[in-house]
């Protein structure tokens, strides 16, 4: 069977095992059972802002173009800190709108397992799917607010003592440490600042996630489709947005969003 598919985030849910699903042109592609067969994935050569959808030669960043990274609402300020969120008070970044849809809604600040420790922030409603996104093997609520900023605050105090980021390439090789997140949890509360301690969680379960992969890489070697468009190969699992294949190599599905691709399985 062969798809075309514009690629873009895959979608999470977690049964058992998190499982991936891949959008493609009126079908989409179920990962999961693909594991432990051979797959042919190849660049076609066109790219596509994931915003306005215009075919580009090069996109800018986050899979838009130039123009919709400056000026889309899905690239504002605030998708990448937190902190910048200006909804609450009612003050538009580039579409109010849109802004308060997305803002003004219970966030969860988090502590992950993904290669290490981390902190970071997500729509409460999406807190499963954010761990499964970034490949954290465990994760525990440490805080939930009432809108974006709010948690935003919370993590920019935190990130001085603490990682907001994902240790990608040990996550890949499984090689997370052993860590007692409620004991984490308990360490880093003071130094959440007195104006947000209300925001604290007394939620306690520490949620664990298993990842369809049936051998992990020694050494992981990433594919870059603009250098290399593409390859034939054994899937040998799928964990955050990671496809990992035979011989170690992964595709970062999401550094990939808007690049136009061929699938044949």
């Known amino acids: 069977m062969k798809l075309h598919t514009t ?57 838009f173009c130039k123009n919709c990274f400056f000026t889309s609402p899905l690239a504002g300020e605030s998708i990448i800190n937190p902190e910048l969120s200006t909804a609450h008070l009612d003050k538009a970044d580039r579409d109010l709108d849109y802004e308060k849809s997305y803002q003004l809604q219970p966030h969860v600040v988090y502590l992950a397992n993904s290669g290490g420790l981390k902190v970071g922030v997500t729509r409460a409603s999406q807190k499963t799917t954010r761990w499964t996104d970034q490949g954290a ?87 870059n489709l603009d250098k290399n468009s593409g390859l034939q190969s054994v899937l040998k699992g799928v964990r955050g947005q990671y496809l990992i294949f035979e011989g170690g190599i992964v595709l970062n599905i999401r550094s990939h969003t808007g690049y136009r691709v061929a699938i044949t399985v």
């Open 7 to 63: 690629l873009t985030k895959m979608t999470t849910y977690l049964d058992g095992d998190a499982h991936y699903i891949l959008p493609a042109d009126h079908n989409f592609i179920k990962i999961n059972p693909l594991i432990g067969k051979s797959i042919d994935l190849q660049f076609i050569g066109e790219k596509y802002c994931a915003s306005c959808g215009d075919k580009h030669a090069n996109l800018y960043r986050m899979g």
């Open 137 to 223: 093997s465990e994760a525990i609520v440490l805080a939930q607010t009432e809108n974006r900023y709010q948690a935003g605050m919370i993590e920019v105090a935190l990130k001085q003592h603490l990682s907001d980021k994902t240790i990608w390439q040990k996550m890949l090789k499984n090689e997370d440490p052993e860590l007692d997140l409620l004991k984490e949890k308990e360490a880093v509360k003071d130094k959440i600042p007195s104006e947000y301690q209300q925001w604290l969680s007394s939620e306690d379960e520490v949620y664990r996630i298993k990842y369809p992969v049936l051998e992990y890489p020694a050494k992981v070697k990433s594919l």
